[in-house]
Nanobody
Framework: QVQLVESGGGLVQAGGSLRLSCAAS????????MGWFRQAPGKQREFVAA????????YYADSVKGRFTISRDNAKNTVYLQMNSLKPEDTAVYYC??????????????????????WGQGTQVTVSS
């Protein structure tokens, strides 16, 4: 089992940057693929980004591609989401998620929130116009 704690959220003006962190404790962090999701008020949770166990592969939602960067430091048991050029529509609670189950090569499982076993409590990101 792994516990996830997000941090780094806050209030920022449009065009600004924030860096979210997700610290993991418990079983070996490097065994987990990690994802970031977000949920805005009145909207469904949506995929933001994901990273493979070794950080060899990263995936992004089209809405954040080129602005957000996901990375991980397995020595520090932490995954990051660097968010640049923030827009008001990025306002949401951001969650990190983890899963260690083996996956079929080429599968897009990482897009689906229900595929992740472990979730953090979320951190609020508010972008003012």
């Amino acid at each position: 089992q792994v516990q996830l704690v997000e941090s780094g959220g806050g209030l920022v003006q449009a065009g600004g940057s924030l860096r979210l962190s997700c610290a993991a404790s418990g079983r070996s962090f490097s065994s987990y693929a990690m994802g970031w999701f977000r949920q805005a008020p009145g909207k469904q949770r949506e995929f933001v980004a994901a990273i493979s166990r070794s950080a060899g592969k990263t995936y992004y939602a089209d809405s954040v591609k080129g602005r957000f960067t996901i990375s991980r430091d397995n020595a520090k048991n932490t995954v990051y989401l660097q968010m640049n050029s923030l827009k008001p529509e990025d306002t949401a609670v951001y969650y990190c998620a983890a899963d260690d189950r083996p996956r079929q090569y080429g599968s897009t499982w990482y897009l689906r929130g229900y595929e992740y076993t472990y979730w953090g409590q979320g951190t609020q990101v508010t972008v003012s116009s």
